[in-house]
């Protein structure tokens, strides 16, 4: 969302760089809505002026004894066409909130232009990739013989896409969970919070998900409720309607929740194993920043989710997306990609994005300095993922027996040193 004379004064521009991110802004169409709207509010700003004029001049006659019946039918008249204008106007101006709704955020300057993920451009490199004396074996492989990983068991219960975690399987996506909370808590400084999984759709569309990508959601029948995509929604919206101290800020926040996603988008693209399911693991980091320092803590916040993987000696890299493969909420996004050894390639694990002020106009998130109130500034990013890390240590550190070897930050959670077969 938008500061409407902003955009009006800047649209060309905005619609230019709106075009890099493979957005068409129908600039004819929001020209005449919003002319229409704007001159119907206009009217009917002139006609309550000009019938507070004539009221005041009915009072007048009225005081002299002189007859007033044209001025009143007069002023009926107005407020006639008063009433009309303003349920015009109502109706502009909703269907012009529907067209800016969806209307994606402008990509901040140093966004690289791009079409899609071929023109991301790489940022850092950390690690270098394992060097095997066997052929390396993907997750979906691995975890089935390892007796901790089953998906002909959850294709049962549920069905595609979903898994069943056994044992040590199970134990080392908790192990992960706690030792990412723990290190954002204790040494991040973030401040741990655990939200509803399930949100409304007011909760949604000030984080970007409604109305454009209802489809990616899984709803509740019959209720206004939905199963959370990602603990974004919630913990963003913990602030909706709130001004804050603009002095408290950056309030840095983290939180597990389990999320679910329909994944409507995304048929033939990693349906194998575990790293896009309609069920998985997270634990998010939620930012609310002050403007001028938002880039600042986009920084840090994506040091953060990287210094888990370094604590955990996975090799990765950084990207910054182009504008072509970016977020529709997102100014700015850096993803963070793990190296898998059982597919020879490096997996998203985690997502940091500036959303500006986007967001926050949405969710109506305000912080105050004095007497001046402005929109904050929201970013968040995974920190991690849960599923795609246990992809990550399961792919990395397996030994050519078939077990994997527990890193040793997880030692203390896990209470073992080695994942082997029963």
Request: glycine residues 8%; contains cysteine.
């Given at each position: 969302m938008?500061?409407?004379?902003?955009?009006?004064?800047?649209l060309?521009?905005?619609?230019?760089?709106?075009?890099?991110?493979?957005f068409?802004?129908?600039?004819?169409?929001y020209?005449?809505?919003?002319a229409?709207r704007?001159?119907?509010?206009?009217?009917?700003?002139?006609?309550?002026?000009?019938?507070?004029?004539?009221?005041?001049?009915?009072?007048?006659?009225?005081?002299?004894?002189?007859?007033?019946?044209?001025?009143?039918?007069?002023?009926?008249?107005?407020?006639?066409?008063?009433?009309?204008?303003?349920?015009?106007?109502?109706?502009?101006?909703?269907?012009f909130?529907?067209?800016?709704?969806g209307?994606?955020?402008?990509?901040?300057?140093?966004?690289?232009?791009?079409?899609?993920?071929?023109?991301?451009?790489?940022?850092?490199?950390?690690?270098a990739?394992?060097?095997?004396?066997?052929?390396?074996?993907?997750?979906w492989?691995?975890?089935?013989?390892l007796?901790?990983?089953?998906?002909?068991?959850?294709?049962?219960?549920?069905?595609?896409?979903?898994?069943?975690?056994?044992?040590?399987?199970?134990k080392l996506?908790?192990?992960?969970?706690?030792?990412?909370?723990?290190?954002?808590?204790?040494?991040?400084?973030?401040?741990?919070?655990?939200?509803?999984?399930?949100?409304?759709?007011t909760?949604l569309?000030?984080?970007?998900?409604?109305?454009?990508?209802?489809?990616?959601?899984?709803?509740?029948?019959?209720?206004?409720?939905?199963?959370?995509?990602?603990?974004?929604?919630?913990?963003?919206?913990?602030?909706?309607?709130?001004?804050?101290?603009?002095?408290?800020?950056?309030?840095?926040?983290?939180?597990?929740?389990?999320?679910?996603?329909?994944e409507?988008g995304?048929?033939?693209?990693?349906?194998?194993?575990?790293?896009?399911?309609?069920?998985?693991?997270?634990?998010?980091?939620?930012?609310?920043?002050r403007?001028?320092?938002?880039?600042?803590?986009?920084?840090?916040?994506?040091?953060?989710?990287?210094?888990?993987?370094?604590?955990?000696?996975?090799?990765?890299?950084?990207?910054?997306?182009?504008?072509?493969?970016?977020?529709?909420?997102?100014?700015?996004?850096?993803?963070?990609?793990?190296?898998?050894?059982?597919?020879?390639?490096?997996?998203?694990?985690?997502?940091?994005?500036?959303?500006?002020?986007?967001?926050?106009?949405?969710?109506?998130i305000?912080?105050?300095?004095?007497?001046?109130?402005?929109?904050?500034?929201?970013?968040?990013?995974?920190?991690?993922?849960?599923?795609?890390?246990?992809?990550?240590?399961?792919?990395?550190?397996?030994?050519?027996?078939?077990?994997?070897?527990v890193?040793?930050?997880?030692?203390?959670?896990?209470?073992?040193?080695v994942?082997?077969?029963?």
């Amino acid at each position: 969302m938008y500061d409407l004379a902003y955009f009006r004064n800047n649209l060309e521009a905005i619609a230019k760089r709106l075009g890099d991110r493979g957005f068409a802004l129908d600039l004819d169409s929001y020209r005449k809505l919003d002319a229409e709207r704007r001159a119907a509010v206009t009217e009917a700003e002139q006609l309550k002026a000009q019938k507070n004029a004539e009221s005041q001049e009915i009072g007048k006659l009225r005081k002299a004894g002189l007859d007033a019946a044209d001025r009143q039918q007069k002023v009926r008249e107005i407020g006639d066409r008063i009433a009309a204008l303003d349920v015009a106007a109502a109706e502009l101006d909703e269907s012009f909130r529907a067209m800016m709704a969806g209307v994606p955020n402008v990509p901040h300057e140093s966004v690289p232009a791009g079409r899609s993920e071929e023109e991301n451009v790489e940022v850092r490199k950390w690690g270098a990739p394992a060097k095997f004396s066997f052929v390396p074996k993907a997750h979906w492989d691995l975890g089935p013989e390892l007796g901790i990983l089953d998906f002909e068991r959850a294709a049962k219960i549920t069905g595609a896409r979903f898994a069943v975690y056994w044992g040590l399987g199970a134990k080392l996506e908790r192990a992960l969970i706690n030792f990412f909370l723990d290190v954002h808590t204790r040494e991040h400084g973030y401040k741990e919070v655990l939200p509803p999984f399930v949100v409304n759709s007011t909760s949604l569309y000030g984080t970007g998900q409604l109305p454009k990508f209802e489809a990616d959601l899984f709803k509740l029948q019959g209720t206004d409720y939905y199963l959370i995509p990602t603990a974004e929604v919630p913990v963003t919206n913990l602030y909706r309607d709130e001004t804050l101290d603009m002095d408290s800020l950056p309030i840095s926040l983290c939180a597990y929740t389990p999320c679910f996603r329909s994944e409507a988008g995304s048929y033939g693209r990693d349906v194998r194993g575990i790293i896009r399911q309609h069920q998985f693991q997270k634990v998010e980091l939620v930012k609310f920043a002050r403007p001028e320092s938002s880039y600042e803590d986009l920084e840090r916040l994506t040091r953060d989710a990287e210094d888990i993987l370094e604590r955990l000696g996975l090799p990765y890299r950084r990207v910054v997306l182009c504008t072509g493969d970016m977020g529709f909420s997102s100014a700015k996004t850096y993803d963070i990609e793990v190296w898998l050894p059982g597919q020879n390639g490096y997996k998203e694990i985690s997502s940091c994005s500036n959303f500006e002020a986007f967001q926050a106009r949405r969710a109506s998130i305000r912080g105050r300095a004095g007497k001046k109130t402005e929109y904050v500034h929201t970013l968040n990013g995974s920190g991690l993922a849960v599923g795609r890390t246990w992809v990550a240590i399961v792919e990395n550190y397996q030994q050519a027996d078939g077990s994997v070897v527990v890193p040793e930050v997880l030692r203390p959670y896990m209470g073992v040193e080695v994942i082997a077969k029963p």
